[in-house]
Structure formats: C-alpha cells, structure tokens
C-alpha cells in the first residue's frame, strides 16, 4: 500500500510517538509511507533517517495550501490509504477529496474524547470511510456527536518493546544525583505535558513533608510556582521541561500520578505500567480501560485532591500491594498494549477499505 499519514500538530507527548510508531511500523511491513507535517514539527525530527518519507506542508485552520499539496502527493505516488491525525489535516483532506477528486481512502484517527461540534462530527462521518478511536471513550463521544458506529473502530494505543525496558540502575542514579534526591525517599510524579497537574499540587497538601514530586513535561509555570506558594507547600516540588528520553524519571518514581481531564489512552500510564511503577489515575475518559481500580493501579475522582492523595497515601504505606498491582499492570500491557498489536490493526483496517 502507498499511506499518506497527516498532521498539523506532532509535537510533544505521546501522540506524537504513537504517529512515528506507527508509520515505521508500517514501512517496516513492505509498505510505502509517506508524513505530512510542519519541518519545525518533532515528529518530522523523529521520522528523519527511517523508512517513511517526510514531506513538509503548510496547514491552516481549513486546510490550506496543505490542500493542494497532498492533492499533488495522492497523483505522483498513486496514494491509497490518508490517514488524518488532527484537525486541520482532518479540514485540508476532506477538501482534496470533494474539490479536488482525491480518490485514496479516508480515514482519520482520533486521539482524544471529541470537543467538536454534532455538525462537525456529521461531516467526518459522511466524509470519511473509517475512524479510528483509541479507546471505546473516544468511540462513545464521537457517536453522541453524530458520527456513524458503523465507521468507527477502536484501536488501542500500543507501546514499543524498547518502551518495555526498564532504565539502567546506574543511569537512574546518575539521574537522581543530578537532582538531589537520595535513594529510599518516595517519588511522585507526572511525565506528561499539560495534564491538569494542578490536582497534583494541591493534592500535596495531604501529602507527607517528605515527598518529592516530580513533573516532567511542561516545565516551569508561573501558575503553578503561585498555587505552590499560596498552599504553603512543604514538600520539594522540581519542575522540568519536556525530555524525549524519560525511560530513567520512570525508573525514579514510587508512584506515578495522572490527573488528567480529558484523555484518549494515556501514554504516560501505559509507560507507567510496562516500567514497574503502580499508577493513580483520574476516573475519566480512557483511564478506566487501562486500570481496573484497586486491581492493577489505582483511580479517584475527577479534581479530587483529597481522593487523590489517599490513593497515593495507600500505595506508600503498602509496597507489597504496589508490587502486586505493578505485576499485573505489566502483564495487561504486555498482553493487549503492544504497538505490534497496533500496527497489524492498523494494517487490516487499512486493507479491508482497499477490498472494498
């Protein structure tokens, strides 16, 4: 197959991995791909050196010139398959497809709980011949949002086997002489971007002084150095910016903390989980599928801090049932979470639109 993949966005988080995943997953199986995307995008520095062709586009809220550039891409490499990732390359394909007669099959994939609007949603499921989910969430909001069942799929995100892969020991410590955290005291952390971590630091208020909390991702926010402060926080709170290699703040953490509002299928709890550290996760959107609560990790309710912090509190006091839950978090990844698993759906759906 030749498969165009599509997005605007590709910059941190997990999303982006899952896409460059994916498309040398995909090229890697004999077939030929080809990525749209912004040059100054990370997933088009992640993509550079494999398989996959990147191609640089320019995207706007409507699709433009993208438009025209995937309709020259389609007729020059006899495109098959363009699958669409956000939300103004969803705008730029539908375009070449009804202005343009793109004739390659339609599918877009959608990474989180839809905010669009029923209108919206109505026309991707008449433009489009598949849309993929990454959870049953995400498939439930799109069909209250008038798109058809009958185009929706559910594929879960998977990880790599390199992400199954525990840190070296001595990097780990290398990591926490850097940052001063000596061996035995309790890490909890977030390695995410922007994922309504403030539950986290107000939670801290019912947290032992003797905790350190971890956030990697957005780095310092001014916002969140304010609410530290007016809470008169007594733990040590380090605030870091985004790091692609986050396999050893894995290996750092006691327990690992997703206070997420809105979530497709978090790629900070499936890393979490294949890493060996038990998670607490907000009890929304996709979280469920991942963690069955007090079985393999752990959930509270929406912006909770209490609740959440008396989930922490549990797995500190009780390393045994940390550990138990960290087996059986592993072995559901191991399982159902891989990317093998995501790349071979992928494909199938992915042929059976081309029979039809």
Known sequence: ???????????????????????????ARGHRVFFGCRKESKVFSQLQGSQVRTVQMEFSRWGGKATREIVKLCRAENIDIINSHSSQDRYATVRARYFHGVKAKIVFTRHQPPNSSRLSCLLSSIATHKVIAVSR??????????????????????LPPEKMVCADHAEVGKLRDRLGIPEGTPVIGCIARRKNQEVLIKACQFLPPEVVVLMVGPGEQPEWRKLIESLNLRQRIILLPYEYKSTPYFGLLTVSVLATSSEGLSYTALESMALGVPVVASRN??????????????????????????????????????????????????????MDKTIVSTETIFEELLKD
Request: no cysteine.
């Open 137 to 158: 969430a995400v498939a439930d909001g799109l069909a209250q949002r008038w798109l058809s069942r009958a185009k929706i799929v559910v594929i879960y995100n998977g």
């Open 285 to 338: 959107s996709g979280n469920p599928e991942l963690i069955e609560d007090d079985w393999n990790g752990m959930l509270y309710s929406n912006d909770d801090p209490a609740g959440l912090a008396a989930k922490i509190q549990i797995l500190l006091a009780e390393p045994g049932l940390a550990r138990l839950m960290v087996e059986r978090s592993h072995e559901r990844v191991r399982l159902k979470f891989t």
């Open 1 to 27: 197959m030749n498969i165009l993949m599509l997005s605007y966005q590709g910059d941190e988080g997990g999303q982006t991995r899952l896409m460059a995943y994916l498309s040398r997953g995909l090229a």
